[in-house]
């Protein structure tokens, strides 16, 4: 028995809906009830002996978006780093960048970087490019 299905097993009575994501190897749960993300977050879960490590993330809500960079070209990471907090940053809170990375190494692939952000200007920016666009 895998380490999904031993957690599916101790996972009984929740209702939730399982996500893989093969290409990072994670593994999202996404509850319907507070109360068993909750309950799941504090419940220590193992198989083999070994920890099966639980993180919880923040509810994807209507004003939050994921933007997701397919290829970065001949940029590097910390230029691209800069690049984004100086374009998103002003419109937008920035929760999280996740970029892909040899496991134990500082070398990062060329493709699948992911930033999560909440809008929070950005509609306020719209706006604004609209009235502007009008009186002309």
């Known amino acids: 028995m895998n380490a999904v299905y031993k957690l599916a ?3 009984n009575g929740s209702i939730y809906i399982r996500k893989d994501g093969h290409r990072a190897r994670i593994t999202y ?23 099966i490590e639980m993180y919880q993330t923040e509810k994807i809500e209507e004003d939050i978006t994921v933007v997701n960079i397919p290829n970065l070209g001949d940029v590097d990471i910390l230029t ?7 374009t998103i940053e002003p419109i937008s809170e920035i929760i999280d960048i996740s970029a892909l990375c040899r496991k134990g190494l500082t ?3 060329p493709y699948g970087v992911k930033i999560l952000l909440k809008k929070s200007l ?12 009008m009186e002309e």
């Open 9 to 11: 097993h101790d996972l």
């Open 29 to 51: 749960l996404i509850f319907s009830k507070k109360y068993d993300a909750d309950n799941t977050m504090q419940r220590i879960f193992s198989h083999n002996i070994k920890e």
């Open 80 to 86: 691209l780093l800069d690049l984004i907090k100086e």
């Open 107 to 109: 070398e990062f692939l």
């Open 122 to 133: 950005l509609n306020q920016l719209f706006h604004a490019l609209l009235a502007i666009n």
